[in-house]
């Protein structure tokens, strides 16, 4: 209603005379508040009504003193109150008076010779006008002072230079006495009303800038899992199906022939499933095979020699690792005749039971890659390793014999992290023991070289951030995911 008023004003003021001055005079004298008045001439200059110039003043404000002194009088004039025609002893007075009033007071009072300052202090001038007071009212409210009181003012700091905004406005070229609300949208109701013919249509505006956007923020782990699937596509790799974190026991760890004892398997390392705490089936022949293998051994294998237990095998666990769905994925491979090579990954979370800290957490993605085909070398692993570390960077490798129940050889990767200037690991590697590989039935030549990392260990290298737990879980920092910077794997 206010920015109505100030409209109708303006505008109206305009059809008789040739200017507004001074919008602040203009909205004093109008009763208008200036910064209404402000926003309206800005509205009608956009829209061309009005022609606005800008013009600045330096104006005086009131400081906190100043605004106290206004209110309750200088503390020249309180002193000077407070003292009574017959005189005051000095301890009498300042008890009286708050210190500071008393220290300014007296030391104003006497420069203007109201008062006799010494151990008894006496009126000098039977009555006093406040003139800081009034001069401080007067600014308070607008009103011009003359320099010299501006002067004393800013020297006590009662007062403070603003600059002070405003506009002159003159008509401009679609000035009219009243604004014409431009249309937005062209309606249904207006084409049935045929009222289109009369309306003034709002004019695009090509470079307004739209909203900020504020949901959709794609988290890190996300984008540099997209760039690691981008980058296995490229090599020709299929992504395995990856979404059961439920997984038996049989497929995370029997059937890559790791034995029911392993210290993986207990409960410190592996969530198990309360319910449903077992599985409902697997395939019986081929766990057969699998309970033959552990216990007595074959295909030139001398086993475990324990007794395997299917129990055991029943039990759901949220999976450790991924490679639980490159075993199902190879078994199923197995079971189709005649034999196809093929080139798996995948990128997904597993779950380990593990002390949190800034490097661990009891979930985390892991990336895992494996080439299944005939005649496989650990040269072919070497090779596969080096193409696909160094698309993401790390052309600098280096392996470390390992031990893995379910790969021989087994090698940890390393890479030279320029950065922090050492050899960090970053992965695990092997080709899958013949004890893994031949019960599912897969032909006696086809080898399997594969390798695993965790997404969550690059994407903190990339990112530079020195806690997992910051990237990922129940304390992730939300800003983190927000206002994160474009980064790339790779060498550029
Ligand atoms: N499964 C291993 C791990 O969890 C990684 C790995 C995958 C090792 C494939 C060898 C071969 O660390």
């Known amino acids: 209603a206010e920015a109505e008023m100030a409209e109708e004003a303006i505008l109206g003021f305009l059809q008789t005379r040739e200017e507004i001055a001074d919008s602040g005079e203009f909205a004093a004298a109008h009763g208008l508040d200036h910064s ?26 009131l400081t906190e003193e100043g605004k106290k002194y206004a209110d309750v009088g200088s503390p020249e004039v309180q002193l000077f109150l407070a003292v009574p025609p017959e005189g005051i002893s000095r301890e009498e007075l300042q008890k009286r008076l708050d210190p500071s009033v008393f220290k300014i007071g007296s030391a104003q009072a006497g420069k203007n010779k109201w008062v006799e300052m010494g151990k008894h202090i006496s009126r000098k001038v039977q009555h006093v006008d406040d003139k800081v007071k009034d001069m401080l009212t007067r600014i308070k409210d607008g009103q011009g002072i003359d320099a010299d009181s501006i002067k004393a003012l800013k020297a006590r700091k009662l007062i403070t230079p603003q600059t002070w905004k405003g506009y002159s406005v003159k008509r401009g070229p679609n000035y009219a006495p009243k604004r014409k609300k431009a249309a937005t949208d062209l309606t249904r109701e207006n084409l049935q009303r045929g009222d289109w013919r009369d309306l003034e249509f709002k004019e695009y505006n090509f470079s307004a800038k739209g909203p900020p956007s504020e949901g959709g923020h794609v988290h890190p782990l996300l984008k540099v899992r997209q760039q690691l699937k981008n980058i296995f596509l490229y090599m020709g790799f299929e992504e395995m199906p990856t979404n059961n974190y439920v997984e038996s026991s049989f497929w995370n760890f029997d059937a890559l022939f790791q034995p029911q004892q392993h210290p993986a398997r207990d409960s410190h390392d592996t969530f198990f499933l309360k319910a449903p ?7 019986e022949d081929y766990l057969e095979r699998v309970k033959r293998v552990h216990e007595l051994g074959g295909y030139q294998s001398r086993g475990y020699g324990y007794e395997w237990k299917r129990d055991e095998a029943n039990k759901n666990l949220l999976r450790t690792h991924t490679t639980a769905v490159s075993t199902r994925m190879l078994y199923l491979l197995a079971q189709k005749k005649p034999f196809e090579p093929k080139k798996y990954f995948s990128i997904d979370r ?49 392996f470390k014999p390992a031990y893995n129940p379910y790969t021989e050889p087994s090698m940890e990767i390393f890479s030279y992290h320029e950065g922090l200037g050492k050899w960090v690991e970053i992965g695990n590697s092997g080709m899958f023991r013949p004890e893994m590989l031949l019960p599912m039935g897969l032909p006696e030549d086809v080898r399997v070289i594969a390798w695993g990392l965790s997404l969550e260990r690059p994407t903190m290298i990339l990112y530079g951030i020195d806690n997992i737990r910051d990237l990922f879980g129940h304390k992730v920092d939300l800003g983190l995911i927000k206002k994160n910077p474009i980064c790339r794997l790779g060498n550029n």
């Open 277 to 283: 705490s077992t599985t409902r089936e697997l395939p």
């Open 350 to 398: 597993v779950f380990r039971n593990e002390a949190v800290d800034r490097t661990h957490l009891a979930e985390f993605h892991q990336i895992e890659g494996l080439i299944c085909d005939r005649g496989l070398t650990l040269g072919d692993l070497i090779g596969v390793l080096h193409d696909f570390f160094s698309r993401i960077g790390m052309s600098k490798l280096r």
């Open 36 to 61: 209404e008045v402000v926003n309206v001439i800005k509205s009608l200059h956009g829209f061309r009504y009005v022609d606005a110039q800008d013009i600045k003043r330096e104006t005086w404000v």
